[in-house]
C-alpha cells in the first residue's frame, strides 16, 4: 500500500510546529510497511488532485496567511475542489482551516478564501483566544477525544456545516458557541496546533486509513501500533487543558 501526502506550503504555514503532524503520519506509515509520499507545493505550483490522497495545510502568521490565500485562489482552488470532490482526505489547521471557509475580514480587510465549505472568520475587538483545549469528536461511530493547543484572534462561525467536535475545555471556534472545527465528508478543519496528531494518534491512523482508501478503493484494517508514549502524550494534553 501507498499513501501519498501533498504538503501546501509547508515553508510559509508551519507556525507551532504543525509539520510534525507529517512526520508523524509518515512513520505511523512507515511502522506499518505503508510506502510513504510526500509532495510539497507551494506559492505558484499547481498540482494534480488526483495524485494525492491526502491534503495538509498548516497554520500561518497573517502575513503568511494573506499571501497564502491570494495564492490558493490564483493557482490551487479547482485542483482543491476536485480534491475534495473526488474523496481525498484533507486536513487544515489554524490559519489552512480558516482559508478553507468564504473568508477573513482581518483589519479592515476581506480575505477571500477556497470556498470549500461555508464558514467565515472574523478577526473581532477582545482578547485572542490561546490555551489548551480539548474536543469531543464522533468519526469512527462512538465518542473520541481529540487535545492541543489553540492561539487564534479570528472567530470563526459555521453555516451549513458540520462541526469537528464539541469543546470541552478551551475557547474552539469563536469562544461562544460550543463547537471546534468543521468536519465535511474527509475534510476536517481545526484550530488544535501542538502539533495535533502526535498527542491524538488515533485521528493519524483515521488519515492514513481515509487517504488510502482514495487510493486504493478499499479502507484498510490498520496494524495496531505500540501507542504507549502517545496514550501517555494524549493523557498530558487532556490534563492541561483540565487545568486550563
Not at 485572542?128 to 469531543?136: D, K, Q, Y
Not at 487510493?215 to 487545568?243: N, V, Y
Amino acid at each position: 500500500m501507498k499513501l501519498r501526502l501533498l504538503s501546501l506550503y509547508p515553508d510559509q504555514m508551519n507556525i507551532y510546529a504543525d509539520r510534525g503532524n507529517i512526520l508523524f503520519l509518515q512513520h505511523r506509515c512507515e511502522w506499518r510497511g505503508i510506502d510513504f509520499e510526500v509532495t510539497r507545493c507551494g506559492p505558484g505550483e499547481e498540482f494534480d488532485p488526483g495524485e494525492h490522497d491526502l491534503l495538509y495545510m498548516g497554520g500561518g502568521q497573517d502575513r503568511d496567511q494573506k499571501a497564502v490565500a491570494r495564492d490558493l485562489i490564483e493557482t490551487k482552488q479547482q485542483s482543491m475542489r476536485e480534491a475534495k470532490e473526488a474523496g481525498a482526505a484533507i486536513l487544515a489547521v489554524c490559519g489552512g482551516y480558516q482559508l478553507l471557509g468564504q473568508s477573513y475580514e482581518l483589519e479592515g480587510e476581506t480575505i477571500e478564501g477556497l470556498g470549500l465549505v461555508d464558514l467565515k472568520t472574523v478577526r473581532e475587538p477582545g482578547p485572542r483566544l490561546i490555551g489548551p483545549v480539548a474536543i469531543e469528536v464522533d468519526l469512527l461511530g462512538h465518542p473520541r477525544t481529540l487535545a492541543g493547543f489553540e492561539n487564534h484572534g479570528g472567530r470563526t462561525r459555521l453555516g451549513n456545516c458540520t462541526p469537528l467536535g464539541k469543546v470541552i475545555h478551551g475557547f474552539g471556534n469563536n469562544g461562544e458557541d460550543g463547537f471546534e472545527g468543521v468536519k465535511e465528508d474527509n475534510l476536517i478543519g481545526t484550530y488544535l496546533h501542538g502539533p495535533l496528531l502526535p498527542k491524538n494518534a488515533w485521528l493519524a491512523d483515521y488519515l492514513i486509513a481515509t487517504g488510502l482508501e482514495h487510493h486504493h478503493g478499499e479502507r484498510p484494517l490498520l496494524e495496531p501500533l505500540d501507542d504507549r508514549l502517545e496514550d501517555a502524550a494524549h493523557r498530558a494534553a487532556l490534563t492541561a487543558a483540565s487545568r486550563g
